[in-house]
């Protein structure tokens, strides 16, 4: 069975950094495409970064590049998120998605983690 | 990356149908077949319904099907059920990244 867990999320002062991290059980890690979304509260979705399976293919929302860093370590099964200089609108649940079997760009994500929830305030 | 616009919320009675629009424009909905839709009961994760314009993951009930027409992409719920009432995301791809709408509230009159 799949099974997806966020962790890392928490208080941080705006300006600040955290990294999350998703762990990964139940499927052949290195296989998939891995991405993080978004969800500020009592708002919609919202994409943030997806790395390739082999870690060589990253692609980054607008709203997060040259702050977040999307990685991975397919010995340890985990996602990770280095968020730097955090912003009052970065405060959202921050959720791990596996991509499916279909093209790169599908947007299949078939599984996810319950989130981990980001608060950015001083 | 503008965000696709969908109805804030749609209601139905049970057994009845409901559509869901999400517009976009060319550079996402419009130019690509990769535009899927997504479930999230309160406090949950969301959930792949449909994908592809119009594939279903295996275990989602044939009820919910999808289609695209120029720039707006639907997804239809026949035969609504109690357990479809929740928020419904749809997503496209953009050109190297993925927009979503801005969600719709299905209600279970």
């Known amino acids: 069975e799949v099974h997806l867990l966020e962790s890392g999320g928490g208080l941080v002062q705006p300006g600040g950094s955290l990294r999350l991290s998703c762990a990964a059980s139940?499927?052949?890690?290195?296989?998939?495409?891995m991405s993080w979304f978004r969800q500020a509260p009592g708002k919609g979705l919202e994409w943030v970064s997806v790395?390739?399976?082999?870690?060589?293919?990253?692609y980054n929302a607008d709203s997060v590049k040259g702050r977040f860093t999307i990685s991975r370590d397919n010995s340890k099964n985990t996602l990770y998120l280095q968020m730097n200089s955090l912003r009052a609108e970065d405060t959202a649940v921050y959720f791990c998605a596996k991509r499916g079997m279909g093209d790169f760009w599908s947007g299949d994500f078939d599984y996810w983690g319950q989130g981990t929830l980001v608060t950015v305030s001083s | 990356q503008s965000a696709l616009t969908q109805p804030r919320s749609v209601s139905g009675s049970p057994g009845q149908s409901v559509t869901i629009s999400c517009t976009g424009a060319?550079?996402?909905?419009?130019?690509?077949?990769?535009v899927s839709w997504y479930q999230q009961h309160p406090g949950k994760a969301p959930k792949l319904m449909i994908f592809?314009?119009?594939k279903r993951p295996s275990g989602v009930p044939d009820r919910f099907s999808g289609s695209k027409s120029g720039n707006t992409a639907s997804l239809t719920i026949s035969g609504l059920q109690a357990e479809d009432e929740a928020d419904y995301y749809c997503?496209?791809?953009?050109?190297?990244?993925?927009?979503f709408g801005g969600g719709t509230k299905v209600t279970v009159l």
């Open positions: 139940g499927f052949t890690f290195s296989n998939y495409a």
């Open positions: 790395i390739g399976g082999s870690g060589s293919s990253i």
């Open positions: 060319t550079n996402d909905v419009g130019d690509y077949n990769y």
């Open positions: 592809d314009v119009s």
């Open positions: 997503c496209s791809y953009a050109g190297s990244s993925w927009v």
